[in-house]
């Protein structure tokens, strides 16, 4: 039976320990733990997330979404990355609970700080999947995020949409890839940002949905 209930975290950051809210969605035959962290704009019930996290449900995954601080504190735009980093050492504590491995995952911003608690050595999952990982902002390719990624040792998989702004000129990604430790992409034919496909109307969760079988056959292979 699936038990989804809301939860919550302490995170320490060094002004003070804060509480962050979270979602809980566990199998009594869970093979594995994902913490999924969201994107810059939006929080851990946004419905691409909803949706991934019941399709990872769906393939015996239990998942642990949960909110940065600044999002719970009502904030719009993200703190330092410390508390980003801090969080996520703490969501890695917190998805452990259930004794199963556990993976880390994010959407955009929060698969970038996941990479950056990995290449600190805050965090050690599994493995790591980033759902629209924001290679640079849009329109300037000069400015990528990319120095950290070699020093992450954990095997990662960039789930990309061949469109997406923040990847452009895809060869640009595919370099920082290969530079990569252990690291793969799994693209998504004619996706946008959000894996929004032109000419194809579709509610975030359904497309949410439809990534998890993806990400959960590569999580059973790389275990």
């Known amino acids: 039976m699936d038990d989804s209930r809301p939860t919550n975290f302490a ?4 002004s003070g320990s804060v509480e962050v809210s979270a979602d809980l969605v566990h199998r009594s035959d869970a093979w594995a733990a994902l913490a999924i962290a969201h994107g810059a704009g939006a929080g851990y019930r946004h419905p691409f997330l909803t949706g991934f996290s019941r399709g990872l449900a769906d393939e015996g995954v239990a998942t642990l979404r949960f909110n940065f601080p600044y999002l719970e504190a009502g904030r719009r735009m993200p703190g330092p990355a410390a508390h980003a980093v801090a969080t996520w050492a703490a969501a890695e504590a917190a998805a452990a609970q259930h004794g199963l491995p556990v993976w880390a995952a994010g959407k955009s911003y929060g698969g970038r700080m996941a990479s950056m608690a990995a290449a600190e050595g805050r965090i050690a999952p599994a493995g790591l999947i980033y759902l629209g990982y924001p290679l640079h902002p849009p329109g300037d390719p000069a400015k990528a995020r990319t120095a950290h990624l070699p020093d992450v040792a954990p095997p990662q998989l960039f789930v990309e949409g061949s469109n997406d702004p923040f990847i452009q000129p895809i060869e640009q990604l595919e370099a920082a890839v290969a530079a ?6 799994l693209w998504i034919d004619g996706g946008g940002h959000s894996f929004e496909v032109k000419g194809r109307k579709r509610p975030a969760d359904e497309i949410g949905a439809e990534l998890a079988p993806l990400v959960a056959a590569w999580m059973r292979r790389r275990s």
């Open 11 to 14: 995170v320490e950051l060094h």
């Open 180 to 185: 990569c430790r252990d690291a793969e992409i």
